[in-house]
């Protein structure tokens, strides 16, 4: 599997694999993987639409074969106006698949030779598994089972937490520990690695 890099929805920065957007370096804590024929790759910092970019930029990609794989659930107003404006920014050759949750099952369910599947993003479907007190590592060790299966040229994209202030509070802190080790697990999965800053990517891998 395949993958690239897009951008950030906070002033941390955002990472992606396949085309997506941050830095990442996996750690590996499971019996190593065999290796994938195609891999994803992963950058951070970025906005989707780099993503996206990149996606048409990958080659020998036709239209229709373009999957946006939405994670984010809307928690407010300002927040469904903002995906209301990615909305209609996106490419209309993008079809819109949304999953909060089983992320690795979706991807298997929609993989396809020839294919991109552009996840936005690693962070919020990070989110909603914490908000839903589901178990994390089980739903990143099955994520990191499937990676390596998938055809498709896969984009993670995944904001970079780790760089402001230490959170106040115990859910934050939590938070900022669980995505950095879920940024690093799926960076090692990636066969390119990109850090975005600024609108320009920093290659950490690949």
Not at 74 to 94: F, G, L, T, V
Not at 139 to 151: F, G
Request: net charge neutral.
């Amino acid at each position: 599997m395949k993958s690239a890099a897009s951008s950030p929805r906070s002033t941390t920065g955002r990472r992606a694999w396949a085309c997506t957007s941050s830095s990442a370096v996996r750690a590996r804590a499971n019996p190593p993987l065999p290796k994938p024929q195609r891999r994803p790759q992963a950058s951070s910092g970025q906005h989707p639409a780099r993503a996206e970019t990149e996606a048409d930029d990958s080659g020998s990609i036709r239209p229709g074969q373009r999957l946006y794989l939405a994670t984010s659930r809307i928690y407010d107003s300002a927040h469904e106006d903002r995906i209301a404006k990615h909305r209609a920014a996106r490419d209309p050759d993008w079809q819109l698949h949304e999953e909060p949750i089983a992320l690795a099952e979706t991807l298997a369910r929609l993989d396809d030779p020839g294919t991109v599947i552009l996840v936005d993003c690693l962070t919020l479907w990070l989110t909603n598994l914490l908000l839903d007190k589901e178990d994390i590592g089980n739903h990143i060790e099955r994520l990191e089972r499937t990676l390596p299966a998938l055809s498709a040229h896969v984009i993670l994209v995944a904001n970079e937490v780790g760089l402001s202030v230490a959170p106040e509070t115990a859910l934050g802190n939590a938070f900022r520990d669980e995505a950095g080790l879920l940024n690093q697990r799926m960076a090692a999965c990636a066969d390119r690695v990109d850090f975005i800053a600024a609108g320009l990517p920093l290659r950490l891998k690949g």
